[in-house]
């Protein structure tokens, strides 16, 4: 059994295997892309209550919520980096899908994990399955 720690990883969409990706056109947009392994798609995951920080290694950015109103349980809202660390609860999932207790170590020694803002139903997701899709907090 794994549950994520204080360190540095890569995002990888399950569905899609599309990279989370600190935009280079504006260093603020996240989006889709293929994977590379550069310092844009490097997150460094930080211990925040009982959830974590998530930071941009190429920016120092953390990942937020774009605007007041996403903010709210409900409605999608697009998700950015800015200067104010936000807390997200990393809720462990079994083959990117279900919740398994204590997390669940898979033959790619991969964890998988929804990311989300505390007492919300939605996740991170791209609102596509090609580079350059932008990232947005959707329902679950």
Aim: hydrophobic share 40%; with cysteine.
């Amino acid at each position: 059994m794994r549950k994520i720690e204080h360190g540095r990883y890569i995002a990888t969409d399950v569905r899609w295997g599309m990279v989370l990706d600190l935009s280079g056109a504006d260093n603020r947009s996240l989006i889709a892309y293929g994977f590379h392994g550069s310092e844009n798609q490097q997150w460094d995951f930080s211990p925040c209550g009982a959830g974590f920080v998530i930071s941009s290694v190429k920016s120092g950015a953390f990942l937020a919520v774009r605007d007041l109103k996403g903010l709210h349980l409900e409605g999608a809202a697009e998700v950015v980096t800015g200067t104010f660390p936000t807390c997200w609860e990393l809720e462990i999932m079994d083959n990117g899908n279900r919740n398994a207790e204590g997390g669940a170590e898979h033959e790619d020694g991969d964890v998988y994990v929804r990311i989300r803002l505390p007492h919300s139903e939605m996740a991170l997701s791209f609102k596509g399955n090609y580079a350059g899709a932008r990232v947005s907090r959707m329902n679950c």
